[in-house]
């Protein structure tokens, strides 16, 4: 399996402009979760999805940032309109049902909103 | 607010000496696990250890956990170069699917 596939890997754009990053979980993983690390906050928990659908998105900063699961093989996370705050590495990792809890992650989105 | 808080947050060794970190966290958990971040990259799995556990190991990985005191250590023994990262403590509470993470300790190992 190839892992958690996340692009793009770097992005460079201008306060107010719209980001969508993108993650494939691991197939057969059946949970999905999307993680902001800064230096200053650490690690944080955005949102997750069990079977395509979001169980919590309380720790979604601002109403400017949405998620979608369409498809258990796809999930994006949407910021519009982007500010220099959220400058930051995103994070999508997936885990199974059955499993013993351990997640997987990708190799993460360097955002960069100048 | 972060559940875990590792310490210390920096941590400078020579080659094969041993590396010890700790993680405190706040409220009861079912499971707490490390992992392990390179430069750059995401973050792997190391080791889990459930609530009802005391100790675990795995290779040259040695964690501990005493919920009494609400913490854990992670015991990296015989330490490489290439163990040079930042490792986190996780936690997994009650009922919810997302882990916690602190804000790491950063290990570097000195050739």
């Known amino acids: 399996d190839a892992g958690v596939i996340q692009s793009p890997r770097h992005e460079v754009t201008e306060m107010g402009q719209e980001v969508t990053l993108r993650c494939k979980p691991i197939?057969?993983?059946?949970?999905l979760f999307w993680y902001r690390q800064t230096m200053m906050r650490g690690l944080e928990l955005l949102i997750y999805?069990?079977?395509?659908?979001?169980?919590?998105d309380s720790g979604m900063p601002e109403d400017r940032f949405s998620a979608k699961m369409p498809n258990a093989s796809f999930s994006t996370l949407k910021i519009q309109p982007s500010e220099p705050r959220d400058s930051a590495v995103y994070f999508c990792?997936?885990?199974?049902?059955?499993?013993?809890?351990?997640?997987?992650f990708g190799e993460g989105s360097r955002l960069t909103v100048l | 607010s972060q559940q875990g808080e590792e310490d210390p947050q920096a941590l400078s060794i020579q080659e094969g000496e041993n590396a010890t970190m700790n993680c405190s966290y706040k409220?009861?958990?079912?499971?707490l696990q490390w992992y392990r971040q390179n430069s750059g990259r995401g973050l792997v799995h190391l080791i889990l250890?459930?609530?009802?556990?005391r100790e675990k190991h795995s290779g040259r990985l040695r964690v501990t956990l005493d919920t009494s005191k609400k913490s854990s250590s992670l015991l990296i023994t015989a330490s490489r170069a290439a163990d040079t990262a930042s490792y986190f403590c996780?936690?997994?509470?009650?009922?919810?699917?997302?882990?916690?993470f602190g804000k790491g300790t950063h290990l570097i190992i000195q050739p």
């Open positions: 999805f069990n079977n395509n659908v979001p169980i919590d």
């Open positions: 996780a936690t997994g509470a009650g009922g919810a699917d997302g882990l916690t």
């Open positions: 250890i459930r609530s009802n556990e």
């Open positions: 197939s057969g993983h059946d949970y």
């Open positions: 990792a997936s885990k199974g049902g059955g499993g013993t809890g351990e997640l997987f």
């Open positions: 409220t009861s958990i079912n499971n």
